[in-house]
């Protein structure tokens, strides 16, 4: 069976009648989240990890080079050195965020045994 023909016009009709439009919570635990996510993204430790991410991500495409004339085509070299600085960047966040949760962890336990004695 063939399908009908639409007209464009109608296309468009159905596509403004079904954009949503945002609302407003009265001040349920939704607010609450979304502002803790954005004082979150605010809080000095994400600017931190952005940029241990960012340098580790550099060093590992300073090391990778392009001008290597190792045979590989270029993309290909483009290719693995944006893996291995995604790689890079990935293992950077994770030692830091490692050393920030020790240090939480180590703090946690001086106030609790300062607490008991």
Known sequence: MA???TSKSGARS???????????????????????FIKLLQSPLVAELV??????ALAALAEQGFTRG????????AGK???E??????SAIGRRLTTEIDEIRKAS???????KA
């Open 81 to 83: 050195a944006v893996k």
């Open 14 to 36: 159905r596509a403004k009648k079904a954009v949503a439009t945002p609302r407003r919570s009265s001040g349920g635990s939704n607010d609450s989240m979304g502002e803790a």
């Open 51 to 56: 940029a241990v991410a960012a340098t580790a």
């Open 70 to 77: 190792d045979g590989a085509t270029r993309g290909k070299r």
């Open 85 to 90: 600085a995604g790689k890079a960047a990935a």
């Open 109 to 115: 336990k001086a106030s609790k045994a300062g607490a």
């Open 3 to 5: 399908k009908k023909a």
